[in-house]
């Protein structure tokens, strides 16, 4: 859910921020089964053992208290028998070791499982989205993905970790203090329990409630930080048009409203404990009052006892509290994993048939056969297109913006599949073939390429993860980017990110190059890759453009003439139709759309 | 220390809250070991005399007891958080100030997310120091010192053959605080490393996808996975290793309380009801000390946190007002450079070197160059965005030293090349320089910088919001918003930095048509790759590493033979080719 912060003061509105707001989602149990599947490999392995080591402690934890009360107090102790004691002494002893050893491995079990379970849903996850479509990416910002994977996943750590067992493990210990307690004596018993009701309702209710604040500190917390990233990255602007002083009052007025709702939760969260004090002080004055009285007047209610029931009324509260954490993690633990199976149930474009041909060695002979293309039903991209690339053929595409040049290139990659007719590439049917296989074969160079922090060397290597640093280094050679690089302070082993300012945007073509032919594809696709660089660097780069190309089909989409001009053949679009063809002299001479479109380029600026 | 002291000025403010919080904190301690005293007391003066009389004054005070430790806790947690956030709050103000105020030199060095992380790790770990560690150093303290005190009064054997194996405690808390805090430290590395790749990966994705490299993407991120789950399990061994042992310590206490006290009792030194008292108390020492280690190293954290803030609010501002700064009145927009040197790093090569010029009001100069030649330096030296190294600076014939710094940049309106807009309304950030500014003046900048009937398009017109969920604008769009921006304060010196770049032909001629429109009147500079954008300038200035090489008009430099030729060459070689051939077969 995604709501705008109105800011209280009307100055407040100078900036707006939207937040996604945590939601509590009803209980849902398919969404939890489908979650448990995760655990479902570890069922034979680190789950029982996690369960065998708590169960071992647990009973330790239960069994001393009594043995303290009803026989070391009760019945050791009023004979005087110092070996006896010592007997004693040593048996608790050993029992604790026991319990030392069960939480031990406890621990241990539990973060395997975990850890293990964490991973493999995260795994499946960033899989399951690489394979997902440009369109999938299109449509959102890169950060509400990114927090799927790394924050909804973490956020069920916890749950996979010690939320299993601890469910387990305090349901036990609670419905067993109860059923020893009973025992031991029914009466105090019964009168000690109506702390439990109450503690379960400050456990559950009232930290809900304070989580609730929490969550209002939380999305105002996120409009500061949101404000101060963009406050940073835009620091030149606000120095160029004197607005400090403005801006410092509209953070002064976040800042505020931050600071209200952090009072107000830290309030409501300190009021906690002394509710948690007071619950732990009814059951203390009954067990004082009520228990000394029926030691004194009922002869079944010995010293031990109270002494046992002095140990177990302090043990109520930790798995209550827990049992009711459990209950909010839950429902967080929901929210979180409809959004990560929201992803989880995004159906790639294009599906693999069982019996796909292996595609390795192709000639790059590319056929559109009467191909019709949507995106979406009421829109078509492209109408019976029909058209032949030959090996080796530089093919341009040319056309405004949406008349289906990028269209084109996505069915090539077969990103998408046609909605009628088909492509072929070498005379298969790209239905029929292997993704994978396919893709090896074809590069795509960008206009906007994107540079992975890490070495030059391992950047180009991109291309092809298994080339040796001989083979990267010819391939910067062969586009000319060996002489900068070698310029560069550390060569090859040169840091680099994307948003370190060591490279110019001609040097990262350069190095697009280098990786696009690395790879080594039979068909190359290139997407207005030169369209951000300077005059004299474009000079540079269209011979290392033409070594790239050479041997290969490639298809240019491309604004400039000066990259068109030279193509085998050029098509013309417009509204997902091919208007006309031909190589440059031929489209020229013919003075149709084309020769337009050079035409008002340059009557465009000479009217400067 | 050091750091505390230089920080006081902002937490001190808010010392009484602290106080507070720090008396409340004497009654909870008090109150909290009066507990097994009570226990003590029912056992063996009522259970054990058989005197139930006393049972209803023991309860009521005992309900006392409880009702001041709620209170007491309560103002304890409550005042300490206080005394925390508002110094967050006052911390927070500060630095957010001082960001803005701030140089590019400052900024170029500084990186987005290491400001981020001390504006917000950094804050958060100082504000834990200030509002739960220190008083929890106190509480261990007192604690401690209270339980050992009961227990003495209690049985000073028992006291101390219970705690006889406490030192061997105080030793695992050591080792085991020595080994989980690297631990910890490298698990969010390996998180941070992780967190990286899975945003390289989402930010890179058309790139992993053009050159179909998804598999060796899962690979690396399964690595990165694995990393992360190695180093987890890691951390959960040694907590495995010695939390149980810490706990089976405590446990040795009360197995040795119960022999020794069993016989104490045999042998009637001591009354039942003081082993019952002894069971809490064991925990109230144990308790704290398993704690100990977790606070000094929040103590050293906060400090390092500290010191991080400490650089940011002590670091200097480099462009300073002049001393009796003169307000612009009525600015013509002169710019004069006499013999301009820049240099951005000590001992690195010069970004300018020896630059004069004099751009007269309402003129046009052109820069060209190739990346990195010093068109925009040149340009961020007249709005004193850094300092030249030598030379002068003159606007209106007066150094621009003498104006005030935020006034004298009221009149200087920037066109960047990549165009940067706030996360508010279309109509707000067009606005941005001038919040003042009615809707018919900023519809009137919209108009005239080409945005107007692309803003009225959208369903929202000028009310759209921008920013990561706002509606996404091309590029061309982004800059006639931000070309409407600078119009909009009217300035006198406009500044077009590679403004037309990034975008295709049509929006490009869009553009150009925009800016020849508000560029008259203006003392204008245009920095172009295009000489098409610039070739009416009435200077125009030709620039290779920091140097002027060539100057001039656009006819005299387009047969000087020099490097200005050169890019007209290229950039005409087509319509020479096309027009020509266009001729011949007309």
Not at chain 1, 66 to 91: C, E, H, K, R
Request: with cysteine; hydrophobic share 40%.
């Amino acid at each position: 859910m995604a709501e705008t912060l109105k800011a209280k003061s009307p100055h407040l509105k100078r900036f707006r921020y939207t937040q996604d707001i945590p939601v509590d989602k009803p209980f849902n149990w398919q969404q939890l089964v489908r979650l448990l599947k995760y655990v479902k490999p570890y069922a034979k392995t680190a789950l029982p053992i996690a369960i065998i080591a708590m169960l071992v402690s647990t009973a330790v934890r239960l069994i001393v208290p009594v043995i303290i009360g009803n026989y070391v107090v009760d019945q050791v102790l009023p004979t005087g028998d110092t070996n006896l004691l010592l007997s004693f002494a040593v048996g608790i002893l050993a029992l604790y070791l026991l319990s030392y050893v069960g939480n031990a491995v406890r621990i241990k079990y539990v973060n395997i499982l975990g850890q293990n379970v964490i991973y493999d849903l995260r795994h499946h996850l960033f899989s399951h989205v690489q394979r997902l479509s440009n369109r999938f990416f299109d449509n959102r910002s890169a950060g509400s993905i990114i927090v799927r994977i790394m924050n909804d996943i973490n956020s069920l750590q916890e749950l996979f970790t010690n939320g299993i067992i601890n469910l387990l493990m305090d349901s036990i210990m609670l419905i067993s203090i109860v059923i020893i307690l009973l025992v031991v004596s029914p009466k105090l018993a019964l009168a000690i329990m109506v702390v439990i009701p109450i503690m379960f309702y400050i456990s559950t209710k009232l930290r809900k409630n304070i989580r609730r604040s929490w969550q209002q500190v939380r999305i105002q917390q996120s409009r500061v930080n949101s404000h101060l990233n963009e406050s940073i990255q835009g620091v030149r602007i606000t120095q160029s048009f004197s607005q400090e002083d403005n801006n410092t009052e509209y953070f002064h007025g976040v800042n505020d409203d931050t600071f209200q709702s952090w009072r107000i939760a830290t309030k409501k969260s300190a009021m906690f404990r002394p509710f948690v004090e007071m619950s732990n002080a009814i059951g203390s004055v009954i067990l004082i009052a009520y228990g000394s009285y029926l030691i004194i007047y009922d002869p079944q209610v010995t010293l031990g006892n109270f002494v046992t029931f002095t140990f177990f009324i302090g043990m109520f509260w930790e798995p209550i509290s827990r049992l009711g954490q459990m209950y909010n993690q839950l429902l967080m633990a929901m929210s979180a994993s409809e959004r990560i199976f929201e992803f989880l149930d995004e159906k790639p474009n294009v599906k693999e048939k069982d019996d796909a041909i292996e595609m390795d060695d192709i000639q790059g002979h590319i056929e559109f056969d009467k191909v019709q293309f949507s995106y979406d039903e009421d829109r078509i991209a492209l109408h019976e297109i029909s058209l032949e690339m030959k090996p080796g053929e530089t093919v341009a595409l040319v056309g405004h913006t949406g008349s289906g040049k990028s269209t084109i290139a996505n069915l090539i990659n077969r990103f998408y599949d046609p909605t009628q007719g088909s492509v072929k590439i070498d005379g298969t049917d790209l239905r029929d073939v292997k993704l994978d296989g396919l893709r090896q074969n074809i590069s795509v160079v960008l206009q906007d390429t994107f540079i992975f922090s890490g070495t030059i060397m391992e950047n180009i290597r991109f291309g092809r993860p298994d080339a040796s640093d001989e083979e990267v280094i010819d391939a910067a050679k062969v586009v000319g980017a060996d002489d900068f690089i070698q310029r560069l302070a550390d060569g090859y082993e040169t840091e680099v990110e994307e948003r370190g300012n060591i490279l110019s945007a001609g040097e990262r073509q350069l190095l697009s190059f280098a990786r696009a032919l690395l790879a080594d594809p039979k068909i190359i696709i290139l997407d207005e890759a030169t369209a951000s660089i300077d005059t004299e660097t474009e000079v540079k780069i269209q011979d290392a453009l033409k070594r790239l190309l050479k041997g290969r089909t490639s298809i240019i989409i491309a604004h400039r003439l000066s990259t068109i001009r030279d193509s085998d053949n050029i098509i013309v679009l417009e509204n997902g139709r091919i208007l006309e063809q031909g190589n440059h002299n031929e489209l020229m001479n013919h003075q149709g759309e084309y020769y337009g479109l050079v035409k008002s380029q340059f009557q465009m600026l000479d009217q400067l | 220390m050091e750091t505390f002291k230089k920080l006081k000025q902002y937490y001190w403010p808010y010392k009484r809250y602290f106080f507070l919080s720090l008396f409340s904190l004497f009654f909870v301690v008090l109150t909290t070991v009066a507990y097994p005293i009570v226990m003590q007391i029912t056992v063996d003066d009522i259970i054990r005399e058989e005197n139930y009389g006393l049972v209803p004054v023991l309860s009521l005070v005992f309900i006392g007891i409880m009702i001041v430790k709620s209170i007491s806790t309560f103002f304890h947690q409550y005042m300490g958080d206080y005394f925390g956030i508002s110094t967050v709050f006052n911390l927070r103000d500060s630095l957010y100030k001082k960001l803005q105020s701030l140089s590019f030199h400052y900024y170029d060095n500084a990186k987005t997310g290491d400001l981020m992380s001390r504006l917000t790790a950094d804050v958060e770990l100082f504000r834990f120091f200030l509002s739960f560690g220190f008083s929890e150093l106190v509480r261990i303290t007192l604690l401690v010192l209270g339980s050992l005190s009961v227990m003495f009064y209690y049985s000073v054997p028992l006291a101390l053959v219970t705690m006889a194996s406490m030192p061997f405690l105080i030793v695992v808390v050591r080792k085991f605080d020595q080994r989980v805090h690297p631990a910890f430290r490298k698990i969010r590395k390996s998180f941070g490393r992780l967190n990286t790749r899975v945003q390289e990966n989402v930010s890179g994705m058309n790139t992993v996808k053009s050159l179909s490299r998804e598999d060796f993407e899962i690979d690396r991120f399964a690595d990165k996975g694995d990393n992360y789950r190695q180093h987890y399990l890691n951390t959960a061994t040694i907590w495995s290793k010695y939390f149980p042992l810490m706990e089976f310590i405590g446990n040795i206490c009360v197995v040795s309380l119960l022999g020794f006290g069993g016989y104490l009792v045999m042998t009637g030194a001591i009354d039942v009801g003081v082993i019952v008292a002894y069971f809490t108390l064991i925990w109230y020492l144990v308790g704290p000390l398993m704690n100990f280690g977790f606070v000094i190293n929040n103590f050293s954290q906060s400090k390092a946190a500290g010191e991080r803030l400490l650089e940011i609010l002590e670091s200097e501002d480099e462009i300073k007002n002049a001393s009796e700064p003169v307000n612009p009145q009525g600015v013509k927009g002169h710019v004069t450079f006499n013999d301009v040197t820049l240099t951005y790093v000590e001992n690195d090569d010069q970004a300018l070197k020896n630059i004069s010029f004099d751009a007269p009001p309402g003129k046009t100069i052109g820069l060209i160059g190739a990346t990195g030649s010093g068109k925009t330096s040149i340009t961020q030296l007249i709005t004193r965005f850094y300092e030249p190294e030598q030379g002068e600076l003159l606007l209106d014939g007066r150094p621009i030293e003498d104006y005030s710094l935020k006034e004298m940049r009221k009149h200087i309106g920037f066109v960047l090349q990549e165009p940067f807009l706030f996360s508010t309304s279309i109509k707000d950030n067009i606005a941005y320089g001038n919040p003042e500014a009615s809707m018919d003046d900023i519809i009137d900048a919209a108009k005239r910088a080409q945005a107007h009937d692309f803003i009225m398009a959208m369903p929202d017109g000028y009310d759209t919001l921008l920013g990561e969920r706002g509606m996404g604008l091309s590029g061309g769009q982004k800059q006639r918003i931000s070309i409407a921006r600078a119009i909009l304060i009217n300035p006198k010196v406009l500044v077009l930095d590679d403004a037309t770049s990034a975008v295709d032909m049509e929006t490009e001629f869009k553009i150009q048509k925009a800016l020849k429109e508000v560029m008259k009147g203006r003392t204008t500079f245009i920095i172009a790759h295009r000489i098409s954008s610039l070739k009416h300038s009435d200077e125009i200035l030709v620039l290779e590493d920091g140097a002027i090489v060539e100057r001039g008009l656009h006819e005299q430099l387009l047969n000087n033979g020099g490097p200005y030729q050169r890019i007209y060459d290229i950039q005409y070689q087509d319509k020479e080719a096309i027009l020509g051939e266009n001729k011949q077969h007309a």
